[in-house]
């Protein structure tokens, strides 16, 4: 009878270390809020549907946060009522009077189309112009962040979410620490942020 207990009780230890291998990996049912279904993605260990450090950045630069939050907004709200296309040609048109609504300072939207799993083209960057059509999937930060792969990555869990990184300044010309939102919309991702000068 002890025999047969201990072989049971190893059987089962067997069984727990089979089984428990493949709870490493977390599912999470999301909807997506562009066309009303559900998808069920797999969350490897350690990988976080979130930068916790741009998160963080975020609350503590909460009124440049907001200023970017607002103008994103706008420019998800146009891109409903208009059509995408129509906000990436005023964002390449300076001149166009509503250009003011998307772009003011080191506060722009910017405009990155995306399969979510190989590519990232730049359909426009109002500041940056030679960017524009440049596929930025692999592209990397001054301190080798892959933080376009980042942004991918959030916008596959969730409708939103920061990104820090470091980045050349259009006007200084020296990389800086900068902080993006990124919004989905079907397969664009819209961004705007701020760079963390004080």
């Known amino acids: 009878m002890k025999r047969f207990i201990c072989l049971s009780f190893f059987n089962f230890l ?20 562009n066309n009303g279904t559900d998808t069920l993605q797999l969350v490897e260990s350690g990988e976080r549907p979130y930068d916790k450090e741009a998160e963080e950045l975020a609350a503590k630069y909460h ?29 390449k048109n300076p001149k166009d009077p509503q250009w003011g609504k998307f772009v003011s300072g080191d506060y722009y939207i910017w405009i990155i189309r995306s399969d979510f799993k190989s590519n990232a083209i730049v359909d426009v960057h109002p500041i940056n112009k030679a960017i524009n059509g440049r596929d930025f999937f ?14 991918l990555r959030i916008l596959s869990y969730k409708e939103a979410g920061w990104v820090s990184y470091k980045w050349t300044h259009p ?26 000068k004080d």
Not at 138 to 151: C, L, P, R
Not at 171 to 192: E, I
Request: charged residues 30%.
């Open 171 to 196: 006007k200084y010309k020296k990389v800086m620490d900068k902080m993006t939102c990124s919004q989905r919309f079907n397969d664009y991702v819209l961004n705007d942020g701020f760079y963390l």
């Open 14 to 33: 067997m069984i727990l270390l089979i089984i428990l291998p493949s709870g490493c990996k977390k599912q999470e049912l999301n909807t997506d809020k």
């Open 63 to 91: 009124q440049k946060s907001a200023i970017a939050l607002a103008q994103l907004q706008r420019g998800i709200d146009f891109a409903k009522a208009n059509g995408i296309e129509k906000l990436i040609e005023i964002l």
């Open 138 to 151: 692999g592209i990397k930060d001054a301190e080798g962040k892959m933080f376009i792969k980042d942004i």
